[in-house]
């Protein structure tokens, strides 16, 4: 069975950190881009950060850059995303992704945590 379970989320102050935790199982870990998105309300979900396996390391949304930063524990199937300088505009649900492109593609959802940045 696949899970994705995300944790980390919760109510900060503008200009303060969390670090959002994703653990996964059922799949293979290693096979799959990982990748953060997130969901304002009325809002469509965004693409916050991918991870690039090959080097460890990700791509950003212009939005995040520079203050976000994405990692993984390959030997515990977890990823993570460090988030810093928090603003109110970073106010959403944080889901973490897994997906495998080709003929036997796979998109795999965490149930998503909320984050909520208050000014």
């Known amino acids: 069975q696949v899970q994705l379970v995300e944790s980390g989320g919760g109510l900060v102050q503008v200009g303060e950190s969390l670090r959002l935790s994703c653990a996964t199982s059922?799949?293979?870990?290693?096979?799959?881009?990982m990748s953060w998105y997130r969901q304002a309300p009325g809002k469509e979900r965004e693409l916050v950060a991918t991870?690039?396996?090959?080097?460890?390391?990700?791509n950003y949304a212009d939005s995040v850059k520079g203050r976000f930063i994405m990692s993984r524990d390959k030997a515990k199937g977890m990823v993570f995303l460090q988030m810093n300088s928090l603003k109110p505009e970073d106010t959403a649900i944080y889901y973490c992704?897994?997906?495998?492109?080709?003929?036997?593609?796979?998109?795999?959802w965490g149930q998503g945590t909320q984050v909520t940045v208050s000014s």
């Open positions: 992704n897994a997906r495998r492109a080709g003929p036997n593609a796979e998109n795999y």
């Open positions: 059922g799949f293979t870990f290693s096979n799959h881009i």
């Open positions: 991870l690039i396996t090959i080097d460890r390391t990700a």
